[in-house]
């Protein structure tokens, strides 16, 4: 997701009923999702979405705490991992531990990232790394966990939690537009290397999104963003995904862009 900028926050009618087909979100029932920072935000709310859709749903995120809470949220079976997705073995002990508790993993989604802004000469080089660690790299660990399981089974859904920034370099943020410019090529050519095997995967690449990361951005600048925007929620990302995950099977969504209706990008 593109960084918070100036935002109005705006009424917001209460959510009235589902937005999608029951028979679509019945697709769901009974898949096991791996769920990465799931703690929170984006991927709490993806978490919460695939369980009411009824998945049984396993939970990463590097705070114990935050993961219980988020855990007790789910109408459906859930469980939390405590994983740190830079550490060498973090993504494939979570995808084990999901296929220990429930038998297999069929959907994985890549959600867990980290935010920087400002120049790129006032930021802390051991930031740049860590994002780097976390955005990239610890994305490409989780995938490959994935497919270690999905490949022998010849099916699975990965989904990655990519950005608007990566579409194009954000001038507030270009470390953070870089990490999402090698997810955006690492999905594609990945796209293409998976044809015939029965896994999907695809990008999600929101804009502005109205989350409790804005709060805790260091170097962040909104007087630099071009605008003001309402933003969206994360429920309105997590109904976008479950979209991808309902397609029929000989349908991929290569990528999706889900933007506010009124942000200037």
Same mark, same amino acid.
Do not use: C
């Given at each position: 997701?593109?960084?918070?900028?100036?935002?109005?926050?705006? +009424?917001?009618?209460?959510?009235? &009923?589902? *937005?999608?087909?029951?028979?679509?979100?019945?697709?769901?029932?009974?898949?096991?999702?791996? !769920?990465?920072?799931?703690?929170?935000?984006?991927?709490?709310? @993806?978490?919460?979405?695939? $369980? *009411?859709?009824? #998945?049984?749903?396993?939970?990463?995120?590097?705070?114990?705490?935050?993961?219980? /809470?988020?855990? #007790?949220?789910?109408?459906?079976?859930?469980?939390?991992?405590? /994983?740190? @997705?830079?550490?060498?073995?973090? /993504?494939? $002990?979570?995808?084990?531990?999901?296929?220990?508790?429930? &038998?297999?993993?069929? !959907?994985?989604?890549?959600?867990?990232? @980290?935010?920087?802004?400002?120049?790129?000469?006032?930021?802390?080089?051991?930031? @740049?790394?860590?994002?780097?660690? %976390?955005?990239?790299?610890?994305?490409?660990?989780?995938?490959?966990?994935?497919?270690?399981?999905?490949?022998? *089974?010849?099916?699975?859904?990965?989904?990655?939690?990519?950005?608007?920034?990566?579409?194009?370099?954000?001038?507030?943020?270009?470390?953070?537009?870089?990490?999402? +410019?090698?997810?955006?090529?690492?999905?594609?050519?990945?796209?293409?290397?998976?044809?015939?095997?029965? !896994?999907?995967? &695809? $990008?999600?690449?929101?804009?502005?999104?109205? %989350?409790?990361?804005?709060?805790?951005?260091?170097? /962040?600048?909104?007087?630099?963003?071009?605008? #003001?925007?309402? &933003?969206?929620?994360?429920?309105?990302?997590?109904?976008?995904?479950?979209?991808?995950?309902? =397609?029929? =099977?000989?349908?991929? !969504?290569?990528?999706?862009?889900?933007?506010? $209706?009124?942000?200037?990008?």
């Amino acid at each position: 997701m593109v960084g918070p900028g100036p935002i109005r926050r705006a +009424h917001r009618p209460g959510r009235v &009923g589902r *937005r999608y087909d029951t028979a679509l979100t019945e697709k769901l029932e009974g898949l096991v999702a791996v !769920v990465t920072g799931a703690s929170a935000g984006i991927g709490r709310a @993806i978490a919460l979405e695939l $369980s *009411r859709s009824g #998945a049984r749903v396993v939970l990463t995120a590097r705070s114990p705490a935050r993961l219980d /809470a988020a855990v #007790a949220e789910m109408p459906g079976p859930a469980f939390a991992v405590p /994983a740190d @997705i830079t550490r060498d073995d973090a /993504a494939s $002990s979570v995808v084990e531990a999901g296929i220990q508790r429930f &038998g297999v993993v069929d !959907v994985v989604i890549a959600n867990a990232g @980290i935010y920087i802004a400002n120049e790129v000469w006032a930021n802390d080089p051991a930031k @740049i790394e860590r994002l780097i660690a %976390t955005n990239v790299t610890g994305v490409m660990r989780t995938v490959h966990a994935a497919l270690t399981h999905m490949l022998p *089974r010849h099916s699975g859904d990965i989904v990655v939690m990519s950005s608007v920034s990566g579409y194009q370099s954000i001038h507030w943020e270009p470390v953070y537009s870089a990490s999402k +410019h090698a997810l955006r090529a690492f999905v594609d050519g990945l796209r293409r290397q998976l044809k015939g095997t029965g !896994v999907r995967l &695809g $990008s999600i690449a929101p804009g502005v999104v109205h %989350t409790e990361l804005w709060s805790a951005v260091e170097g /962040a600048n909104p007087e630099r963003l071009t605008g #003001a925007t309402d &933003g969206i929620r994360p429920e309105d990302v997590a109904e976008a995904v479950t979209f991808m995950l309902t =397609r029929p =099977r000989h349908v991929t !969504v290569r990528d999706l862009v889900i933007l506010p $209706s009124d942000q200037d990008i």
